[in-house]
């Protein structure tokens, strides 16, 4: 007789993974969404918590990339040894026969140097037992599966989860339109929650494109769930979907947003992207609370007197013909002449460039901006020079 791993209503251990630099972000949201036992890791938060609060962390988090809940783990020398370890688990609990899955797999071993071997095997074994209880074997659906499992070997160690996610929790559901360069949602998130803005100030992104940054921003500062616009998770195919306990959940969390009581407002000198970046504000349902206009950044100037957070994500060179040191040298020189009193933070992977622009960070956060090493980096810009200000004071 096959055994069950994991009671589906009792609370279980979750593993939230995330971006590199954002473990200390994602532990404190589970925290404060109520969630037990947080431990960071490396690009990754384990927690535990029962079904409900799985679908609060997936409709939620803001630095969450995938929600995943472990139901086995056993020790694994060979591909023999791996079909036995995946036929442990009583696949019968989580899918039936007719419904699809697919398996994806992370491999860091002596023992495996193949994920899609891994995979192959894995899918073998669960396709077997099926046949062997029932008579009848699900199929695989890459794309749309009922079941997404994931498997990650360490050394000697395999572990199995389901992924309650589906699609990468960046994926929101308000992005139809990108520029040549999108920001991801959840770096644009982690890095405004990095920055300390929580809707305190005017907010202002100078190089807006899509409106990443505007939209994540703003549903920061109105407590806005950041997958509230997603089509659908994972987790709503499973043999135990609660439509009701997630309704619950949702208004819970719909009966806390609030209104900002500042501004956020982007400009971008394209007007390809200030049309794209007003259809995802649209999609997002924040125009009330977000502007948009044309302007070229290095014309403007500072339009209120209080404090003003910049954070923006500057072009690097990459994709963009740009000569980079003049460019680099006029955001210092726009900083310094026409933002007075200003926090600015923008993220970059052109080191070279940064040394243009003429003013000392006041901080510097390493982060991956996809696959290119970026510097996070803050600039506090006062109403004449830190000593002028100081002598005043």
Not at 91 to 116: G, K, M
Not at 159 to 169: E, F, K, R, V, Y
Not at 235 to 248: G, Q, R
Not at 312 to 338: A, H, S, V
């Amino acid at each position: 007789m096959l055994f069950s791993n994991i009671r589906m209503d009792d609370n279980y251990k979750m593993i939230a993974k995330t971006l590199f630099g954002f473990e200390d972000l994602l532990a404190k949201e589970l925290q404060n969404l109520g969630a037990q036992n947080v431990q960071k890791g490396l690009r990754m938060v384990s927690f535990e918590g029962d079904k409900g609060f799985m679908y609060k962390a997936n409709i939620a988090l803001r630095t969450a990339i995938k929600i995943l809940k472990p139901i086995h783990q056993f020790k694994v020398y060979s591909q023999n040894g791996l079909y036995k370890g995946v036929s442990q688990v009583n696949w019968a609990d989580y899918f039936l026969p007719h419904q699809t899955f697919a398996i994806d797999t992370v491999v860091h071993s002596d023992y495996f140097n193949n994920s899609q071997f891994v995979s192959l095997k894995a899918k073998d074994a669960i396709v077997d037992q099926f046949r062997t209880f029932m008579g009848t074997r699900p199929s695989v659906n890459t794309e749309s599966p009922d079941l997404r499992i994931h498997i990650h070997i360490q050394q000697d160690t395999a572990s199995i989860s389901l992924d309650t996610s589906g699609a990468s929790l960046h994926q929101r559901g308000y992005r139809t339109a990108t520029n040549i360069a999108p920001i991801n949602e959840v770096l644009a998130a982690g890095m405004i929650m990095l920055s300390g803005w929580n809707g305190q100030c005017d907010f202002l992104d100078p190089m807006c494109g899509s409106g990443t940054i505007l939209i994540e921003a703003a549903m920061i500062a109105c407590n806005i769930p950041a997958n509230i616009n997603r089509k659908g998770f994972a987790f709503e195919k499973w043999k135990d979907w609660d439509k009701d306990l997630y309704e619950t959940i949702m208004q819970s969390l719909l009966k806390k947003i609030k209104d900002p009581y500042f501004t956020i407002k982007g400009y971008d000198k394209a007007p390809s992207a200030i049309q794209k970046c007003k259809d995802n504000i649209l999609n997002a349902n924040l125009e009330e609370f977000v502007t948009v206009t044309r302007d070229n950044f290095f014309d403007t100037e500072k339009e209120v007197l209080r404090p003003l957070h910049i954070l923006f994500n500057p072009p690097y060179g990459e994709r963009l013909d740009i000569d980079m040191e003049d460019f680099y040298r006029r955001i210092g020189d726009t900083f310094k002449q026409k933002y007075p009193n200003t926090i600015a933070w923008f993220i970059t992977s052109n080191m070279a460039a940064l040394k243009y622009v003429g003013l000392k960070p006041s901080k510097k956060i390493p982060l991956m901006n996809a696959s290119l090493d970026a510097m996070f980096v803050k600039y506090e810009v006062y109403e004449g020079t830190k000593k002028v200000k100081a002598v005043e004071e």
